[in-house]
C-alpha cells in the first residue's frame, strides 16, 4: 500500500458523538497535516505535525483533538461537534517544504 | 497578508483544446512556492505542477505548464490538448518558505472546470 490512506471515507455522526479520523502515509515523510474543505471556501489549514511535535494549531475549536503517534499516523478526535463542522476533512503529508500528497479525505457529516 | 485568488469559479473548455486557470497571489516575503492541485469528484486532492520564486524558467510537467508572471504576481496553469479526464476542481496555492508558517499551504477557492466532448 502507497501514498495516503484516510479511513472512513463517510462518516455520519450525532451532535454527542465521539468519533476518530485516522490518516496514514507510506512515503517516509516527516510532516502530516489536517485541512478541513467546507463548501465555496478555500481549503482551511487546522493542524500541523512535523517530526510528530505540532506545530501548528490554526485557532481550531477543542472539539477537534489531533494526535501523532509516530510519523506515519495522524488521526482527528471529535467530540460533541456542531452541523457546521460538516466537511470533507483532507490528510496530506510531505518532507519538510516539500509538496504535500493528500489522502482521500473523509466526509463529514454531523446531523 | 498572504492571498490566493482565483478568480474564475467556473471554466469551460472543448475536448484537445488549451485552457488557462488563473492565479494571482499576494505575499511581501521574497521566498515561496505556487502549487497547483487538481480535485477530481472523489475528493482526493491531486498534486500537479511547482513553481518557486526564484525559478527563471516556467515549470512544466506533460501537459501542464504554469505561466509565471512574478512581476504580475501571478501564476495561471496552462493545460493543453484537454481531455475529459481533466475535468475536476483546481486549486492554486502558496507556500512560503520564511517565518511562522513556513511550509504551510494557503489556497485559493478553486475553478471548476468542465471539459466538453
Known amino acids: 500500500e502507497t501514498g495516503v490512506t484516510q479511513t472512513p471515507r463517510h462518516l455520519v455522526m450525532g451532535m454527542t458523538n465521539k468519533k476518530s479520523l485516522k490518516c496514514e502515509q507510506h512515503?517516509?515523510?516527516?510532516?502530516m497535516y489536517w485541512y478541513k474543505q467546507s463548501a465555496k471556501k478555500p481549503l482551511e489549514l487546522m493542524f500541523v505535525?512535523?517530526?510528530?511535535?505540532?506545530?501548528e494549531n490554526n485557532s481550531v475549536p477543542s472539539r477537534f483533538s489531533p494526535e501523532c503517534p509516530n510519523s506515519s499516523h495522524l488521526f482527528l478526535h471529535l467530540h460533541t461537534l456542531q452541523p457546521e463542522d460538516s466537511a470533507l476533512y483532507l490528510c496530506?503529508?510531505?518532507?519538510?517544504?516539500?509538496?504535500?500528497?493528500f489522502g482521500p479525505g473523509t466526509r463529514l457529516t454531523v446531523l | 497578508a498572504q492571498k490566493i485568488t482565483q478568480t474564475q469559479p467556473g471554466m469551460f473548455v472543448q475536448e484537445k483544446e488549451a485552457v488557462t486557470l488563473d492565479c494571482t497571489y499576494d505575499t511581501s516575503d521574497p521566498s515561496y512556492g505556487l502549487f497547483w492541485y487538481k480535485q477530481p469528484s472523489s475528493g482526493e486532492m491531486i498534486f500537479l505542477i511547482y513553481q518557486g520564486s526564484y525559478d527563471q524558467q516556467n515549470a512544466t510537467e506533460g501537459r501542464y505548464s504554469l505561466n509565471f508572471q512574478k512581476a504580475r504576481k501571478s501564476a495561471n496553469l496552462v493545460i493543453s490538448a484537454s481531455q475529459l479526464g481533466d475535468s475536476a476542481m483546481y486549486f492554486c496555492a502558496m507556500r512560503l518558505n520564511y517565518g511562522g508558517s513556513q511550509g504551510n499551504l494557503i489556497f485559493g477557492k478553486g475553478t471548476k472546470l468542465s471539459v466538453k466532448p
Open positions: 505535525y512535523s517530526l510528530e511535535e505540532r506545530v
Open positions: 512515503l517516509g515523510h516527516n510532516a
Open positions: 496530506a503529508s510531505s518532507l519538510t517544504n516539500n509538496e504535500q500528497f
